[in-house]
């Protein structure tokens, strides 16, 4: 909260604030040195331009209230230079006409980057000894020129407001900032102090024992200085000269103390450039605590409290000022009206933001738990691919081990032939060359005779030896390259490509019921589901899965892209199970989990408008019906029975001139522009005044005295687990049972002319104590 107690032009806590026409609020001090009297960009324009805009004053004049450039004067109490009617002021209006929208009394302005938090603080413009506005300037403490000459920006908005000739007094004081400030102040005083039962606040940087008086309290550094150490370690100059000095805060008080301070006591911490006030400002601080409140005074008639407010100019007012007419034609109310009034909008504007707050505190628990979900998938991910490629590696590996045993045997392959080659040509290269040396000596021989008993045979073997080295026997068989190539590219390819597939392509994750929004109506019931937060994977639909309510399989009753589906037509008293999934185009999700949904006991329903014959008038939110025919026409319930044991009555509320009205079950589709029973597709009992008939496919069985009259009840029993139909009247089973082996999905209905009309009384459970037929003869 302490940011919004600081100003935001000396970043301090606020001291005298007031309240700007923005809703933005400024100390008064510090409005005094932002008030806009000389602009920037004209204090140093040389005189002719400065007498050509209109000043009335001269040129040497002109030149005399220009400062020079390295002019400097510290921001502080002093209020700027310039009283109303004094030529200075007549010359600042003139400047001040460049920057200010006076007639509107708002205007645009751009922050001046040579001054801290974007505020233009504008120095003093020295006056003459003796002149006016060097006289005025020892009143300007509590107001500032004219409108015609000054006007003050918001240092938050940067919107400009004219001052009227009351000056800044003209804006009123945040008398309850004030409080909070000084409650907040107290209690940092407090916080900072050296224990609760000192009785005075004590310099923090003293060496004496005991320490000297704290007589200053450093609103930037917070700390505490008695004067020496003040003059010696925090001098008014260098980098301290921006510092805000203030008195030290209070010594904290004991409970019975602070009760029983008066409401007045508390007063705002003084200023450290000057002590000006704003009438209005006593008391401010007195909103604190359990004290009592002290009313505020009007600054126009001070001894007047404020008990009116005009909602045209959002202030108070006082009677003085609604009798002088100043508010003559505005809108006023009460002002404790309005403080109510106001406190319940500020209440309900604060629960808003608290639920957003809630909403954010969530969403921050939300963001740590993604923080923490966000390191432990990576961990996962990055274990996961290390795995991956680890087992790419080992692969590669087995692999390459594969490869270099095929090229290991196909080397060996070839030696081996290589070699088995070699050494057959050397056995045969010996045996030609010792052939050839045996000839050659055979032919040195002389003798004839013994050559040619030896020639014929040696011709022969030398002819077989060359026969010997037959075509390709001088060719090596095999060949010294390899006949093996490895196909690396689409492999380096693929390790190239290889990359995480998009989010997109996993199929949805598990849907979240709503439990809350799930329900049963009847023999309906709804269901409700939504995506899980943080989910990357798109959804294209889901499908809804129920089963028959009797534990058997589950079956598609819905299928799209909403995330609410109601399922009518369900058996009464029976429990459902349902569950849901979703699917894209990656494929199908997982299932829910299962929710369990037990439809009603018994069954409500009335009179359908839309089954029932057009002749059929309905009334008492359909649940009375009667005829505008004579003829016998048939309206249907709303509800559909195909298991269980229902019970429903009729009460006769009129019946004129003996009239048949019939009572049963039929199906959807019985024809209504006759009597019920008369077609294959209505179990119906028909009953006049005296007797009553069963009647199915026109067949009339059953004769049973005993009518019906005005103020009779019909009661319709429906068994489906022993698939019978039986009647009652009056609570006296009419007859035997009506109709068995009924099976199938029935309707409520009855038929009836204009000399009837019954109403309808459903979701009875079915009684007990009801009367069965006398025997005959009893």
């Known amino acids: 909260m302490e940011e919004e107690l600081k100003c935001p032009v000396c970043g301090s806590l606020f001291r005298e604030p007031i309240i700007l026409p923005c809703s933005h609020n400024v100390c008064l001090p510090c409005a005094r040195t932002i008030a806009v009297q000389t602009p920037d960009g004209e204090q140093h324009l040389p005189p002719p331009l400065l007498h050509s805009r209109g000043s009335g004053l001269p040129a040497g004049a002109a030149a005399a209230a220009a400062p020079p450039p390295d002019h400097e004067t510290p921001a502080g109490p002093a209020c700027g230079g310039g009283g109303s009617g004094s030529a200075a002021g007549g010359d600042h209006a003139d400047k001040l006409s460049l920057y200010s929208e006076t007639d509107s009394g708002y205007g645009s302005y751009t922050p001046s980057l040579k001054s801290p938090n974007g505020v233009r603080v504008l120095p003093t413009v020295p006056a003459p000894p003796g002149s006016s506005a060097a006289a005025a300037r020892g009143a300007a403490c509590c107001s500032l020129p004219s409108a015609s000459s000054s006007s003050i920006t918001c240092p938050q908005c940067h919107r400009s407001a004219s001052l009227d000739h009351r000056g800044l007094r003209g804006f009123r004081r945040n008398r309850l900032l004030e409080a909070i400030v000084q409650r907040h102040h107290q209690g940092r005083g407090a916080a900072h102090g050296a224990s609760a039962a000192a009785a005075v606040a004590v310099c923090q940087l003293c060496d004496r024992t005991p320490p000297e008086p704290a007589a200053t309290l450093c609103e930037q550094c917070d700390v505490l200085y008695c004067a020496a150490c003040q003059l010696k370690c925090h001098p008014s100059r260098g980098p301290f000269a921006k510092h805000r000095l203030v008195s030290p805060p209070p010594p904290p008080r004991a409970p019975a103390e602070a009760a029983s301070a008066s409401p007045g006591a508390a007063q705002g911490a003084p200023s450290a450039g000057g002590s000006c006030k704003s009438p209005g400002a006593t008391g401010a601080g007195a909103a604190g605590g359990g004290a009592a409140r002290k009313y505020a005074t009007c600054p126009d008639h001070e001894m007047e409290n404020y008990s009116m407010y005009c909602v045209s100019c959002r202030a108070p007012v006082c009677y003085l000022c609604l009798e002088e007419g100043r508010h003559g034609q505005h809108e006023v109310k009460p002002l404790g009206a309005m403080w109510k009034q106001h406190k319940a909008q500020l209440s309900q504007a604060l629960n808003g933001v608290s639920d957003k707050a809630k909403e954010a505190k969530e969403f921050l628990v939300q963001l740590k738990n993604i923080l923490q979900q966000i390191q432990e998938n990576g961990l996962d991910h990055e274990a996961c691919l290390v795995a991956q490629c680890d087992a790419l590696v080992d692969a590669l590996t087995r692999q390459k081990a594969k490869l270099l045993t095929k090229i290991t045997k196909e080397r060996e392959n070839k030696l081996k032939m290589v070699w088995d080659q070699i050494s057959h040509c050397t056995l045969k290269l010996r045996q030609s060359t010792g052939l050839m040396e045996y000839c050659l000596e055979v032919i040195k021989e002389n003798d004839p005779s013994g050559f040619l008993q030896i020639s014929d045979a040696l011709i022969k073997r030398v002819q077989v030896s060359q026969e010997q080295w037959v075509k390709g026997a001088l060719e090596p068989k095999v060949s010294a390259e390899f006949e093996l190539t490895l196909d690396s590219g689409p492999l380096l390819q693929a390790i190239h490509q290889l990359d995480f597939i998009q989010m997109k392509c996993r199929v949805p994750p598990v849907p979240l019921l709503q439990l809350e929004k799930c329900c049963t109506r009847n023999n309906s019931v709804t269901l409700a589901w939504r995506t899980p937060p943080f989910t990357h994977s798109t959804v294209d639909g889901y499908i809804l899965e129920l089963d028959d309510g009797d534990g058997g399989q589950f079956r598609e009753v819905y299928v799209g892209k909403e995330t609410l589906c109601t399922i009518d037509g369900l058996h009464f008293n029976s429990t459902y199970n349902a569950r849901v999934k979703a699917f894209n185009s990656s494929g199908v999700g997982p299932y829910s989990k299962t929710v369990v949904l037990q439809?009603?006991?018994?069954?409500?329903?009335?009179?359908?408008?839309?089954?029932?014959?057009?002749?059929?008038?309905?009334?008492?939110?359909?649940?009375?019906?009667?005829?505008?025919?004579?003829?016998?026409?048939?309206?249907?319930?709303?509800?559909?029975?195909?298991?269980?044991?229902?019970?429903?009555?009729?009460?006769?509320?009129?019946?004129?001139?003996?009239?048949?009205?019939?009572?049963?079950?039929?199906?959807?589709?019985?024809?209504?522009?006759?009597?019920?029973?008369?077609?294959?597709?209505?179990?119906?009992?028909?009953?006049?005044?005296?007797?009553?008939?069963?009647?199915?496919?026109?067949?009339?069985?059953?004769?049973?005295?005993?009518?019906?009259?005005?103020?009779?009840?019909?009661?319709?029993?429906?068994?489906?687990?022993?698939?019978?139909?039986?009647?009652?009247?009056?609570?006296?089973?009419?007859?035997?049972?009506?109709?068995?082996?009924?099976?199938?999905?029935?309707?409520?209905?009855?038929?009836?002319?204009?000399?009837?009309?019954?109403?309808?009384?459903?979701?009875?459970?079915?009684?007990?104590?009801?009367g069965r037929p006398k025997l005959p003869g009893k």
């Open 599 to 770: 439809t009603s006991d018994v069954a409500w329903f009335t009179f359908d408008p839309n089954s029932g014959h057009r002749d059929i008038i309905l009334s008492n939110d359909n649940q009375t019906a009667t005829c505008s025919s004579y003829d016998d026409r048939v309206v249907l319930g709303t509800a559909a029975f195909s298991k269980g044991v229902h019970y429903w009555e009729l009460h006769v509320d009129r019946y004129d001139n003996h009239p048949d009205p019939a009572f049963g079950v039929a199906r959807a589709s019985v024809g209504k522009d006759m009597m019920l029973g008369k077609d294959d597709k209505a179990w119906a009992m028909y009953v006049d005044s005296n007797r009553s008939w069963f009647m199915h496919c026109s067949s009339h069985t059953n004769r049973t005295e005993g009518g019906v009259c005005k103020g009779a009840t019909v009661g319709v029993l429906l068994d489906l687990n022993e698939h019978t139909l039986t009647f009652f009247i009056n609570g006296q089973q009419q007859g035997p049972t009506a109709f068995s082996h009924v099976d199938g999905v029935f309707m409520p209905a009855l038929s009836l002319n204009r000399n009837v009309q019954v109403t309808l009384h459903t979701g009875l459970e079915v009684p007990t104590n009801l």
